[in-house]
């Protein structure tokens, strides 16, 4: 840590990882409803539980990128945030919106659009954060040395918030509900985030692998230009039925078709830069969990967003458990593995330590992701059914579903692989103190850091 | 490949492709938003009692069990078409009596087996459900779902 400020990032990866439990526990909770309907039913019914677990999700993820922005902007800017205080003020706002919005929909108060059901106050609330957040960065960024990762970052970061409006949107017209909801839905995650997920992937390649700066930066701008070139039209592949013009079966099918290249581009990224890197990072957790992001991001975000997005093939499977597969490992592969990517690094960092428990972390890994992989399957063997059932032969939903059970069942059991590796992750963060096993003379002598 | 793209000659590509895509995606919006308008919603007014329905749909958070029109949740049936699947799409009176007698018998505490939530509706707010869900079924989806089945 080189600036003092950069501390600030600390107390949002620790709230972000707060609501990374709550995530994932809501999230197995809801599995198990699949298996045993009549869980909790009366009590606290699956929309609500549902809400819980996707909400926690994405504020995780945001709180995760505004640490992370606190941690690299300075770094990068080389000096000291324009203001503690705001960034403090700005996660108290988020800490109370977030208990706020979890507190009214345990009682019943919330919206109906999907992800945006928060209440108008938490909307507020969020709206205020995120121009204290981006003042904030933002003056720190032009007062400083300004590089393609920070301007990457801070773009990504400016169009996220903006995108935010249409949060406040909603017309009385159910199709133009939908249309512009996915203003902040898809151009979230398939554009803004990306830049956010380019810019942090390409710090920590500079930080870990010790490439230099003008190979790094020259792609980070092909991978964004990609990512946006195909992901702004790409908003096509949710126009197809929901009331908008034909027309966007084509766009959505050939501009969604190449947002495979911006993923594939930065899995190739992230491996050429630790090939040809000069520096031997003690923190190979790190390393692990930045390759695995781009490595997952491509499959669940490329292979298996390809997989239903043709038009021919969308009208099919669209709003099946093929979705659920997808929307399950190209976010656990872009934004979940990439922020606990950036925790891994900063973590040691912050709190003034060696990077320990690497290999508790490292186990983390591999329990979250094979159980996240494992899940997609079964999603996608369930949705396949599915699929034929309901969609060609035209049998009824329930009916379908009833035949889906051991694919439910099996699904659970992965939840728990996901949830042991979540809790163990947290764990060997933030309570070992020790290695629990004695490194290599490799690691043990890589003490020389990136740049 | 270096000497011809240089870092800031991928930078310059980066601004000006994506404004370019910018402005191509709100001129497609902007169209695409008189076509819902003008034609495929323009089947059935939107009327204040469709509107009231909306509200009502979104105050119980219907979205996060269901689908409509093939978003949302995947826990239970889409409702896009579920005027269609009752045979109600024509006839509000029958389309109100369908729904307000399926709400009514919920949750239904059949072991196994999903339980939708009690929901306290009044008569008028169900009319407006019952409205809402008729004008969402009328919408042209380029022919979305493939059968009644949703």
């Known amino acids: 840590m080189k600036y003092k400020t950069q501390k600030v990032a600390y107390a949002y990866f620790i709230v972000a990882m707060g609501l990374f439990a709550i995530q994932v526990l809501g999230g197995l909770l809801a599995g198990w409803i699949y298996v045993s309907p009549n869980t909790l039913s009366e009590l606290l019914p699956f929309n609500v539980i ?10 995780w993820l945001l709180l995760g990128f505004f640490g992370a922005a606190y941690y690299l902007v300075p770094e990068e800017s080389e000096r000291e945030i324009f203001s503690v205080k705001l960034a403090y003020i700005q996660l108290a706002i988020l800490v109370v919106g977030t208990l706020g919005a979890v507190g009214s929909y345990l009682v019943g108060i919330h919206g109906g659009r999907e992800f945006l059901e928060q209440p108008l106050w938490v909307k507020f609330g969020i709206l205020v954060a995120a121009v204290i957040f981006l003042v904030n960065v933002s003056l720190t960024f032009l007062a400083g040395r300004k590089t393609a990762i920070t301007n990457i970052l801070m773009m990504g970061l400016w169009l996220l918030c903006l995108l935010w409006v249409f949060a406040f949107i909603n017309p009385d017209n159910l199709s133009l509900d939908k249309m512009y909801w996915w203003f902040v839905v898809h151009l979230w995650v398939e554009a803004t985030w990306e830049l956010v997920m380019a810019a942090i992937l390409g710090f920590l390649m500079l930080k870990l692998t010790g490439v230099d700066r003008e190979v790094i930066e020259k792609w980070l701008y092909i991978i964004v230009a990609t990512a946006l070139f195909s992901g702004i039209l790409g908003t096509g592949h949710h ?6 013009p034909g027309y966007w079966q084509w766009v959505g099918s050939i501009f969604s078709t190449f947002e495979v290249v911006p993923f594939f581009a930065m899995m190739s990224f992230a491996f050429l830069m630790v090939w040809k890197g000069r520096k031997n990072h003690p923190n190979k957790a790190a390393l692990l969990w930045s390759l695995g992001s781009s490595t997952v991001a491509f499959f669940g975000a490329g292979v298996w967003g390809f997989l239903h997005t043709l038009h021919g093939v969308n009208y099919y499977t669209h709003g099946t458990q093929i979705t659920a597969a997808h929307g399950h490992l190209s976010f656990y592969g872009a934004y979940v593995a990439l922020n606990l990517a950036m925790f891994s690094y900063a973590m040691p960092l912050l709190r003034g330590r060696a990077p320990y428990n690497q290999v508790l972390n490292m186990a983390s890994f591999w329990l979250m992701t094979g ?3 494992f ?6 063997f369930a949705g396949t059914i599915q699929t034929h059932m309901q969609r060609i032969v035209g049998d009824y939903y329930m009916d379908v579903q009833d035949q889906l059970g051991l694919f439910y069942l099996m699904r659970f059991g992965s939840g728990v692989a996901v949830v042991l590796g979540a809790i163990l992750f947290i764990y060997s963060m933030l309570v070992v103190r020790r290695e629990v096993v004695k490194p290599g003379p490799v690691v043990k002598d890589a003490t020389v850091p990136g740049e | 490949m270096s000497e011809l793209l240089t870092k800031s000659r991928a930078r310059n590509v980066f601004y000006g492709g994506s404004i370019f895509f910018v402005v191509v995606f709100v001129a497609l919006t902007a169209q695409s938003h008189r076509h819902i308008v003008e034609q495929s919603t323009a089947g059935m007014p ?3 009692e469709v509107a009231l329905g909306k509200h009502v749909w979104e105050r119980h958070s219907c979205i996060n069990c269901h689908t409509l029109h093939g978003e949302g949740a995947y826990f239970a049936p889409e409702l896009g078409n579920v005027m269609t699947r009752w045979g109600a799409q024509d006839d509000p009176e029958l389309a109100y009596e369908i729904l307000d007698g399926w709400m009514q018998a919920q949750p239904s505490g059949i072991e196994g087996r999903r339980q939708m939530p009690r929901f306290e ?4 707010e169900m009319r407006a459900l019952a409205e809402f869900l008729r004008w969402a ?4 989806t380029q022919n979305w779902p493939p059968n009644d089945a949703g």
């Open chain 1, 50 to 59: 549902r809400m819980i677990h996707t909400n926690a999700l994405i504020v």
């Open chain 1, 239 to 244: 126009f197809y039925w929901i009331g908008t």
């Open chain 1, 371 to 373: 159980g996240m992989a």
């Open chain 1, 375 to 380: 899940m997609t399957f079964t999603l996608t």
């Open chain 2, 46 to 48: 939107l009327t204040e």
């Open chain 2, 121 to 124: 509706i009044t008569e008028e």
């Open chain 2, 137 to 140: 079924d009328q919408t042209d």
